[in-house]
């Protein structure tokens, strides 16, 4: 069962992705990032709302974005950076309480593979950059 105390950002922004398409939901999960900003850092409010975003499998439809292909990701690179950054900052100092060991065990590695993943297809996509910009130049 849901805590009764939750944020209402956060589940006006759960609600939102549920009810979206697919296409939208990148665009919508970056609204976390205002909520986490608008957020005194190192207060308990932080931790709540962490554990709010958690708790509405909201980190899940971040770390589901990010193994698409970016390519195909309303905003591309921008919205993936963003998503990534929203990502870290919700596990860092995540208390997830009952489910620590899925989060320890599941969440967290599969969080770092995503990032690992997006950190390669970055140096791609420069590496053939650089390439394209050699040919156009010569």
């Known amino acids: 069962m849901k805590p009764t105390s939750t ?14 398409p697919e296409q939208n939901v990148p665009v919508i999960l970056l609204k976390l990032k205002e909520i986490i900003n608008n957020t005194p850092l190192g207060s308990s409010e932080l931790k709540k709302v962490k554990q709010d975003i958690y708790c509405y499998d909201l980190i899940q439809y971040c770390l589901l974005v990010l193994s698409q292909d970016c390519s195909r990701i309303q905003g591309g690179w921008t919205t993936i950076s963003q998503l990534t950054q929203i990502l870290s900052h919700c596990c860092v100092g995540l208390e997830p309480g009952e489910d620590a060991e899925e989060f320890y065990n599941e969440l967290l590695p599969s969080a770092a593979e995503n990032f690992l993943i997006l950190g390669r297809q970055l140096q791609t996509c420069f590496i053939n950059a650089a390439k394209e910009s050699k040919k ?3």
Not at 7 to 20: C, F, H, Q, W
């Open 136 to 138: 156009s130049r010569s």
């Open 7 to 20: 944020d209402p950002r956060i589940l006006s922004l759960a609600a939102e992705v549920a009810k979206s």
